[in-house]
Structures are given as structure tokens and as C-alpha cells.
Nanobody, 122 residues
Framework: EVQVVESGGGLVQAGESLRLSCAASGFISDDYDIGWFRQAPGKEREGVACINPYDNTTRLRDPAKGRFTITSNNAKNTVYLEMNSLKPEDTATYYC???????????????WGQGTQVIVSS
């Protein structure tokens, strides 16, 4: 059974950085990405960034472009989301997901973590 567990959320000030970690277990085939979705209060969930751990192809959605980096450490079965220049609008619960690569980090993940909260104060 695939499981993903997030860590690394917290409270930061605008302009600061934060790194989220996602530890994955279970077999994940090469047509799946591991990545991050987020949900802000009162808003729908949205894809942020995903990576295919087999070939390190990354898929960045608009919230991530220019400020966030996603990487994979296959030896540790862990995916990281490095978030820089954080803004108050990045405040959300961030979920690690396992999702078909062809969804391009949008749509319907197959597996979700419990989420980790990120709060960015102005």
C-alpha cells in the first residue's frame, strides 16, 4: 500500500523560505509522480509541483513557477519542496500526493497525505 507522510510546515514571515518533505512508502510505478497540492482557506485544492522519481522530470503549476523547487532523493524515498520568497497568499495546507504523470500535477491524485500547514505572515 502506498503511503505518503508530509513534514516541514510552519509559520514564517513573508519573504522567508521553507522546505517541505514527503516520505513515500510502498511501490510507485514509473507512470506516477510524487508531488504537492495545496488548499488555502475558502479555496479549492490546486496542484503546486510534481516530480517523477524515476527520471526526475518536474511539472510545475503556476503557484510554483519562479519561487519553488521540487527535488527527489530516491535513496531516502523522499521528495522535497523548497519554497522561497513566500507570500501571504501561499498560506495553505500542503498535501503530498501520488498522481498519474499524465495529469501534469493537476486533477485527481490517487494517494494523499494528511497535510502540513504553512502560514505566511505579512
Amino acid at each position: 500500500e502506498v503511503q505518503v507522510v508530509e513534514s516541514g510546515g510552519g509559520l514564517v514571515q513573508a519573504g522567508e523560505s521553507l522546505r517541505l518533505s514527503c516520505a513515500a512508502s510502498g511501490f510507485i510505478s514509473d507512470d506516477y509522480d510524487i508531488g504537492w497540492f495545496r488548499q488555502a482557506p475558502g479555496k479549492e485544492r490546486e496542484g503546486v509541483a510534481c516530480i517523477n522519481p524515476y527520471d526526475n522530470t518536474t511539472r510545475l503549476r503556476d503557484p510554483a513557477k519562479g519561487r519553488f523547487t521540487i527535488t527527489s532523493n530516491n535513496a531516502k524515498n523522499t521528495v522535497y519542496l523548497e519554497m522561497n520568497s513566500l507570500k501571504p497568499e501561499d498560506t495553505a495546507t500542503y498535501y503530498c500526493v501520488v498522481i498519474k504523470s499524465y495529469f501534469y500535477c493537476a486533477g485527481f491524485p490517487d494517494h494523499w497525505g494528511q497535510g502540513t500547514q504553512v502560514i505566511v505572515s505579512s
